[in-house]
């Protein structure tokens, strides 16, 4: 069964740096995009950061500069550096995968648990 388990999250004060990372286990056939969402109290969830399969990234432009996402494709991880962060990045991060768990099966995307990052001002 496949699963996304992630770590990293915390609390760090205004300026400071947290990693998060994700691994999906279960042996997954293929996995294409992977990406970070999060998602603020009262406020709708929004992609983060993603990388394709081929390395293609895209950020959200509230990140641009100050957030790095990075994917190890041997292990099945996908870690997300953030750096500078500001109090307006306190949220629930969700990790999401794009992949098919066997030749056969339609690729869907798949949700970590979410980990809470919280800066201080």
């Known amino acids: 069964q496949v699963q996304l388990v992630e770590s990293g999250g915390g609390l760090v004060q205004a300026g400071g740096s947290l990693r998060l990372s994700c691994t999906v286990s279960?042996?997954?056939?293929?996995?294409?995009?992977m990406a970070w969402y999060r998602q603020a109290p009262g406020n709708e969830r929004e992609r983060v950061a993603v990388?394709?399969?081929?390395?293609?990234?895209n950020y959200a432009d509230s990140v641009k500069g100050r957030f790095t996402i990075s994917r190890d494709y041997a292990k099945n991880t996908v870690s997300l550096q953030m750096s500078s962060l500001e109090p307006e990045d306190t949220a629930v991060y969700y990790c999401?995968?794009?992949?098919?768990?066997?030749?056969?099966?339609?690729?869907?995307?798949?949700w970590g648990q979410g980990t809470q990052v919280t800066v201080s001002s």
């Open positions: 999401n995968a794009d992949l098919k768990t066997t030749r056969w099966d339609p690729s869907r995307g798949y």
């Open positions: 279960g042996n997954p056939f293929y996995i294409n995009a």
């Open positions: 990388i394709s399969s081929g390395g293609s990234i």
